[in-house]
């Protein structure tokens, strides 16, 4: 491995690093994440970037206690990892996600936790269990569409579990458009401009916009994510931020 250094961050120093690509506190997205994170600190929350003094912050891990996560899991108990960033392809592969993950593993054997747990699903937007399994992480429950919930025991204790009751968060919504969304992940406020512009532009709709403002309103979100989630008159249309392309190709669908 190249020489590498662990930075833990806090209130004075996390805005110095950067985040899923983000370089510039002047990024659309950018502030937000970082006035989250800042939030979060005081709950227990672990953000650790992954340095190097040749190329600066090269990938990060962000987790906290169960009772405090923002993703759809009952999760007591656990450490729950929100995101795992490797973010220089030249450097998958050659052991960093571990790296990154004993970090985790570490944090919560100190603090006498049962164990660690993550959500994970296929595709690019979202880590996928791989780096988990060959880490001794286990799958204990599933969510639509694709959402897996894995999770290392360090000791005998009732297991995290999503809710399942996915079907009855979504009639709450009732009619419309609504997107539901959280500064968890800065990508959240330029999909919500765009989908909003869109939405009036091409669909003559005005949005709802429910911010998600604490862990227990992202732990009764509609989907295992939590942190983003478009519904149109009570169905789940995506659970991740989106372009505005890939809004169009959906509501196409939907009003046809």
């Not at 795992?84 to 790296?99: A, E, Q, S």
């Not at 969510?143 to 009639?171: H, I, K, M, T, Y």
């Not at 869109?198 to 916009?209: D, E, F, R, V, W």
Request: proline letters at 4%; a neutral charge.
């Amino acid at each position: 491995m190249d020489e590498i250094e662990i930075i833990d961050t806090n209130t004075n120093n996390v805005h110095n690093y950067g985040f899923c690509g983000y370089k510039n506190i002047k990024q659309e997205g950018y502030k937000s994440k970082v006035e989250w994170l800042k939030a979060r600190f005081s709950e227990g929350l672990k953000f650790k970037v992954m340095y190097s003094a040749s190329e600066g912050a090269t990938g990060f891990i962000e987790y906290i206690p169960g009772e405090y996560t923002w993703r759809a899991v009952e999760a007591g108990g656990y450490m729950v990892i929100h995101c795992i960033v490797n973010m220089h392809r030249k450097k998958r592969g050659k052991g960093y996600g571990t790296l990154l993950l004993e970090e985790c593993l570490k944090d919560a054997r100190k603090e006498s936790m049962a164990g660690v747990a993550v959500v994970t699903r296929q595709g690019t937007w979202m880590a996928g269990k791989e780096l988990f399994l060959k880490n001794g992480f286990e799958v204990i429950d599933t969510a639509p569409p694709d959402f897996e919930l894995l999770v290392r025991r360090f000791a005998d204790a009732p297991s995290p579990r999503f809710a399942g009751d996915w079907e009855e968060r979504l009639g709450s919504y009732g009619s419309g458009l609504t997107i539901i969304s959280s500064d968890q992940c800065p990508y959240v406020t330029k999909a919500i401009r765009e989908i909003t512009e869109t939405a009036n532009k091409s669909y003559g709709i005005q949005p709802k916009i429910i911010e998600l403002k604490s862990y227990k309103e992202a732990q009764n979100a509609p989907s295992a994510f939590a942190i983003f989630s478009i519904v149109h008159d009570g169905r789940l249309i995506t659970d991740h931020p989106i372009s505005s392309k890939r809004f169009m190709n959906i509501m196409d669908k939907e009003v046809k």
